[in-house]
């Protein structure tokens, strides 16, 4: 499952044709539902809690079938995709979208945001599976060539995983564009290989009938809830529908689905029964069984380049996800590089990378196979489907103004299948379930602490400060020598006195001859208009106050930002213009805002992250830092 994709080929940037933009779309938003059918199936008749009979077979297909109709055809494609947030989706969007309809009602939105955050968190937890069940279950598929490869798939797994990896620096544009082909193939191929069985047994598509679904429930109510667990496989990835929205549009979105992955899907599945209903041993592995001996290798092949895809766009995903929550104020800021000259949306974050790599590494190596893999899979899922739904409801509340009944009967529904497969993935928490958890807390807690910390540290800048107003009259009174040039100081504060100002003051002892006060701000949109992007206020003495708006997904960019500007009677020459930044030390206190661990915890983070001038693209001759000593 993925929230957030940067765009491997740009192409909603361009007037392409809905036949491009319907081929994009099957290439990165289905790639990681559609190779759930190598293990979905193998899952929930492997876990040994169904009874093998040809009514169950018809009962779990059914179930299949219509929770992919429930999930994605009705909650994702009909309803979620219709709350986008100025054309955006994905649950960052969502959780900005919900944040800003309840602004009137503080406490409900404090809340709202914690529960937006931490499904965000679980994102980094499901990207960690994802990756490695995906590729592990393709490269599984030698087992059934020869036993002889057992043990080779641990070793292969992890060297296609660190190749995927390493190639991210280089950027992925070159190989983009084979993205969508290559799936499509992989869809017409799953789909061949369901009908070539489904041809011996056709009495297998009356499993479409919901009644069968129905009927093993029935029958099977305790054995229902637990395998639950295991048939979420069959729509992980159902958030990409709305996390990628904004980049192929809602309507290229549909038609794929409608008429390629569905269809394909639903074919694969029903083949794998009818295989089953002929040959009950092939449950050990049942979609490549369902192949003959001269198209393994092949598939296993096409297999293999299917989920590398499916990881690429959950690791494309990620850079995006954690651009979008820095900006925000939830991370520090790390090392973005900018692997296109053609793309901004296309970035590389090297601790993000790694990191992931490191995390997926040890899943494979802890968990072994995509068995014990599946038993780790689901609960980040479920939850995060859980929070869309609530933040939906509230949503189609309060920001659409529909009335309470339509909102309740619209989400509730939905709900209540959401935490049915929530329950049931919780049995799964001492098998692995844990994992995924323990990886979103983990950045939870980093995510809230680096943004109390920020606030605590902004009070203590605030209380300190100055009134930029007051100060710049006592200074005129008797002005400093003036220099040449303009001196841009940024301040994280609009109004009042940078840090910065006062030890080029004290220090140098000049001011220049032109002065910009820039605090820059982000707001819980996706972007920001470029009329909307700049604030100017003038302090008179050639000074002005300057606010820098952006959005959650621009690329922050102060002097392309500050170069319009000279329509405020002001403008910029680039050799002549200084930044002035103050480098903060956090300095930890007793009896602070926070628990010591925490406050310790963030002035490492601080101390950490990656500088403003970088992330503001800043050019790096024109840069002057002044430190200066903060207590929280």
């Known amino acids: ?296 290798v092949p598939l296993v092949g096409l297999a293999t380049m299917a989920t590398v895809i499916a990881s690429q766009a959950l690791i494309s995903g990620a850079f995006s996800v954690t651009k979008q929550v820095i900006q925000l104020g939830y991370l520090p800021r790390l090392q973005v590089l900018h692997t296109s000259e053609t793309d901004t949306g296309q970035v590389y974050m090297p601790f993000v990378n790694w990191g992931l790599f490191v995390a997926i590494v040890l899943a494979v190596v802890l968990f072994k196979s995509s068995s014990n893999l599946a038993g780790a899979y689901g609960i980040a899922v479920c939850t995060d489907m859980l929070i869309t739904t609530v933040l939906t409801f509230f949503v189609i509340r309060y920001a ?57 540290l902004n009070d203590s800048l605030r209380s300190d400060a100055l009134r930029l107003t007051d100060f710049l009259e006592a200074v005129f009174i008797s002005p400093p020598t003036r220099v040449e040039g303009t001196a841009v100081f940024l301040t994280a504060e609009a109004g009042t006195v940078p840090n910065a100002l006062l030890h080029n003051l004290k220090h140098n002892k000049v001011l220049h001859q032109e002065n910009l006060f820039v605090t820059v701000r982000s707001h819980e949109v996706p972007r920001m208009a470029l009329k909307q992007r700049l604030d100017v206020t003038p302090l008179g003495h050639d000074c002005w106050q300057v606010i820098v708006n952006y959005g959650f997904k621009d690329n922050p960019d102060l002097p392309s930002a500050l170069a319009h500007i000279r329509g405020e009677g002001q403008q910029l020459d680039p050799m002549s213009t200084s930044y002035f930044l103050s480098r903060d030390i956090v300095i930890p206190t007793i009896g602070g805002g926070m628990a010591p661990w925490r406050e310790k915890l963030f002035a490492q983070m601080h101390h950490n992250a990656s500088g403003a001038a970088a992330f503001l693209n800043l050019p790096t001759n024109a840069v002057v830092e002044l430190g200066s000593k903060i207590e929280i």
């Open 1 to 296: 499952m993925r929230y957030f994709w940067v765009p491997l080929f740009h192409v909603a940037s361009t007037r392409s044709s809905l036949a491009a933009l319907t081929l994009g779309a099957i290439g990165v938003v289905y790639g990681d539902i559609g190779t759930s059918v190598l293990y979905a199936m193998k899952e929930v008749f492997g876990s040994g809690h169904v009874p093998f009979t040809p009514d169950n077979v018809y009962g779990i297909l059914s179930i299949f079938f219509w929770t992919l109709t429930t999930i994605v055809s009705v909650k994702y494609v009909v309803l979620v995709l219709r709350a986008d947030n100025h054309g955006e989706g994905g649950l960052v969007a969502m959780l900005a979208l919900a944040s800003q309809s309840v602004k009137d009602k503080p406490q409900l939105r404090k809340v709202l945001l914690v529960v937006g955050i931490f499904g965000t968190c679980l994102f980094y937890g499901d990207g960690v599976i994802t990756p490695a069940i995906s590729v592990l279950s393709a490269v599984e598929g030698l087992e059934v060539i020869s036993p002889a490869f057992k043990q080779a798939v641990i070793p292969l797994t992890l060297v296609i995983l660190f190749l995927l990896f390493w190639v991210q620096k280089r950027g992925t544009a070159g190989i983009g564009k084979f993205f969508g082909p290559i799936t499509l193939v992989w869809f017409a191929s799953i789909a061949i290989l369901g009908v070539s069985h489904i041809v011996h047994h056709p009495e297998i598509l009356l499993a479409i009938s919901p009644h069968y679904a129905l009927g093993f429930i029935w029958h099977n109510p305790g054995i229902t809830f637990i395998i639950l667990g295991a048939v979420v496989l069959c729509v992980t990835g159902g958030e990409a529908l709305y996390a990628d929205m904004g980049h192929f549009g809602k309507k290229p979105i549909r038609l794929a689905w409608f008429s390629v992955v569905m269809p394909c899907l639903t074919l694969n599945y029903f083949g794998q029964g009818a295989l089953l209903l002929s040959n009950p041993e092939a449950v050990k592995n049942p979609f490549y069984m369902m192949a003959p001996d001269w198209a393994l």
């Open 400 to 456: 659409w103004k529909l009335p309470l009944a339509l909102c309740i009967g619209a989400t509730g529904f939905f709900f209540v299948v959401d935490l049915a497969f929530w329950a049931s993935n919780l049995l799964k928490l001492l098998d692995g379930g844990w994992f995924p958890l323990l990886i979103g807390t983990a950045v939870f807690t980093l995510m809230l602490t680096w943004h109390d910390g920020r606030r605590l």
